[in-house]
Nanobody
Framework: QVQVVESGGGLVQAGGSLRLSCAAS????????MGWFRQAPGKEREFVAS?????????NYADSVKGRFTISRDNAKNTLYLQANSLKPEDTAVYYC???????????????????WGQGTQVTVSS
């Protein structure tokens, strides 16, 4: 059974930083694309960043976070990270970790049914 569990959210002032983590279990972590999505109150869930399986070396970012957020993975620890710097109040949201259901993808399919999802971690950025 595949499980993904997020951690690292919290309250931070604008301009600050957070590192989110996502621990995955239940299968070989390295061959699956992973990613982060977020959902702000009253808004739809949106793509933040993704990273392909370890052999692809590819990453993708939403325009709104490019240059501020960095996605990475530690295959030895079965963990995905999102380093979020220069945080803005508009980054406030619940952040969800997603794990592709199919292996050997260079990017994450954004359609919900193609991924496993965590329960989310709250990030609040105060102005």
């Amino acid at each position: 059974q595949v499980q993904v569990v997020e951690s690292g959210g919290g309250l931070v002032q604008a301009g600050g930083s957070l590192r989110l983590s996502c621990a995955a279990s239940g299968r070989t972590f390295s061959v699956y694309a992973m990613g982060w999505f977020r959902q702000a109150p009253g808004k739809e869930r949106e793509f933040v960043a993704s990273i392909g399986w370890y052999g692809s070396g590819s990453t993708n970012y939403a325009d709104s976070v490019k240059g501020r957020f960095t996605i990475s993975r530690d295959n030895a620890k079965n963990t995905l990270y999102l380093q979020a710097n220069s945080l803005k109040p508009e980054d406030t949201a619940v952040y969800y970790c997603a794990a592709a259901k199919d292996p050997y993808k260079a990017s994450l399919d954004t359609r919900p049914e193609h991924n496993y999802w965590g329960q989310g971690t709250q990030v609040t950025v105060s102005s």
